[in-house]
């Protein structure tokens, strides 16, 4: 593992932590109504593919271990350059349906894990 990775791992899974906490129990329609929550959500989505993407360049094969990594990567690049094109419903399904995934691949490589 590189270096850096651990940092990386750890950025991530705070992210993800994060997103996770502070939207559990919450509907689509309520994290439609708060911008605050959006915005918090959608700019720790970019911690997440930033991470996920220095991670690929110094570390490319436990990047790899990462589900569906480069689509994270993407996600990532339209959160930042199509800020006036985001659907809140996309990055609700994110939440939804990768998160979880997510979460689990990170945990498994860090360091410790068993």
Do not use: C
Not at 7 to 21: G, M, S, T
Not at 67 to 79: K, S
């Amino acid at each position: 593992m590189h270096l850096r990775s651990p940092k990386l791992l750890e950025d991530i899974r705070n992210a993800a932590e994060f997103v996770k906490a502070q939207t559990d129990g919450l509907t689509l329609e309520q994290f439609k109504e708060s911008r605050l929550l959006r915005q918090a959500v959608e700019r720790n989505f970019e911690i997440i593919g930033e991470a996920i993407r220095r991670m690929e360049k110094d570390d490319p094969t436990n990047a790899a271990r990462i589900t569906n990594y480069r689509h994270i990567i993407a996600f990532r690049n339209v959160l930042i350059h199509g800020y006036d094109v985001i659907d809140p419903a996309i990055v609700w399904s994110a939440i939804a349906e990768d998160l979880g995934r997510l979460l689990d691949d990170v945990k498994a490589l860090m360091p410790g894990a068993a």
